[in-house]
Structures are given as C-alpha cells and as structure tokens.
T-cell receptor, first 111, second 115 residues
Framework: TQLLEQSPQFLSIQEGENLTVYCNSS?????LQWYRQEPGEGPVLLVT?????EVKKLKRLTFQFGDARKDSSLHITAAQPGDTGLYLC???????????FGTGTRLQVFP | KAGVTQTPRYLIKTRGQQVTLSCSPI?????VSWYQQTPGQGLQFLFE???????NKGNFPGRFSGRQFSNSRSEMNVSTLELGDSALYLC??????????????FGPGTRLTVL
C-alpha cells in the first residue's frame, strides 16, 4: 500500500517557469522530507518540515507542510535546467519509525 | 569527509543465484539502512541496522537479509534471485538510529540485473 502519492508524476517545462509538486496522504506524519535524486546517484535530502503549516524556503524552492500534517508541497520559482531530477517526498507515519517514500515526480527543465 | 560508498556499482546475475552487496557508511555514522528502488514500486525500505543489530525491517521476503559489522560497514544478501529482484539497491547512513530523526546520506546504489 502506497501511503504517499505525488503529483504530477512527470513534469516537462521550459527554463524560467514556475511549478508545484504535491505529496498527499491519508495518514498523519510526524515530519516530511523532500529529496532530489539525479541519474546514477542516491537521493539527496533537501529539507525536513516538522510543524503543521510550516513553510521553509531554500533559495528558489519553497516547501510547505499541511496544517493537518498529511500533505506537503514543493514550489520551484523560475526553474533552471539544474533543477532536473526525480523529486521524492518521504516520511514516517505517526506511530511508526519506518521511512516511506512517495511515488516520485520526475522533472525535466529545458533551456 | 568521504560519502557513503557501495560496491559493486553494477551486477548481473541469473535466476536462482545469490548476491551480496556492500555498503560503507560515512565515518562516525552508526546507522545503515537499505532500500530497493524500482520503476514500478518506487523506493521501498528493506531494513535498518544500528550497532550491529537489525532495528527495523520492511515487508520483504526472508530471501533478503543483511548484517552490520563492528566498523558499521553493512552487507545485504539476496538468495535465490528472481527476475523481480532487478533494481537499484540504495544504502543510507546516519549519525544515530532512526530512519527519519536524523539526516540520511545515500550512496550511489548498486544496480542489480537478474537474467
């Protein structure tokens, strides 16, 4: 059973465009993480959001944790080719300590 | 500081064989977790080791096993390989135990192909 659904699954955009990736679940999470994975490499942690309603900014990336701690979003402003990769959300449902990864969003930014 | 290293990077095996993958964590890290990544199922948790003890296990059959040595290096073993075991196997290390309480650093993975 996949507890973390990401949308869209694929995203192909031009450099300079904005985009939002969503990570949704029916379960409550103690925290959610966002990773980016590039071909031939393992995922790299971008951010961890812990508090419901929390917003974190990392340069052109803005991460939000839903008030009910069941969902999260990643917004990229003025996307660049270097943002290309597989974006994964991950978290441990409340009461468990097993990290579950989302279905993934593959982003391609063309120059 | 050197990152997480995994060996080998690529492996081709046939059905029925067994395979052992190796992971060297970042120096000082005591927790090692293993994940399987496939296009269909995504990234799935296999197991976590901390101080040579398995602390957590995912929903995989008993053919998948692992261990951790006193220097925190870890190995995972898959016996009686099946075609569906073809995947990228990722290892991640963290300073302390817990798959979400500490930042995990992933290795580049071992690409296993079962023919």
């Amino acid at each position: 059973t996949q507890l973390l659904e990401q949308s869209p699954q694929f995203l192909s955009i031009q450099e300079g465009e904005n985009l939002t990736v969503y990570c949704n679940s029916s379960s409550v999470f103690s925290s959610l993480q966002w990773y980016r994975q590039e071909p031939g490499e393992g995922p790299v942690l971008l951010v961890t959001v812990v508090t419901g309603g929390e917003v974190k900014k990392l340069k052109r990336l803005t991460f939000q944790f839903g008030d009910a701690r069941k969902d999260s979003s990643l917004h990229i402003t003025a996307a660049q080719p270097g943002d290309t990769g597989l974006y994964l959300c991950a978290g441990a449902p409340l009461g468990t300590d097993k990290l579950i990864f989302g279905t993934g969003t593959r982003l391609q930014v063309f120059p | 500081k050197a990152g997480v290293t995994q060996t080998p990077r690529y492996l081709i095996k046939t059905r029925g064989q067994q395979v052992t993958l190796s992971c060297s964590p970042i120096s000082g890290h005591r927790s090692v977790s293993w994940y399987q990544q496939t296009p269909g199922q995504g990234l799935q948790f296999l197991f976590e080791y901390f101080s040579e003890t398995q602390r957590n296990k995912g929903n995989f059959p008993g053919r998948f096993s692992g261990r951790q040595f006193s220097n925190s290096r870890s190995e995972m073993n898959v016996s009686t390989l099946e075609l569906g075991d073809s995947a990228l196997y990722l290892c991640a290390s963290s300073l302390a135990r817990g798959t979400y309480t500490d930042t995990q650093y992933f290795g580049p993975g071992t690409r296993l192909t079962v023919l």
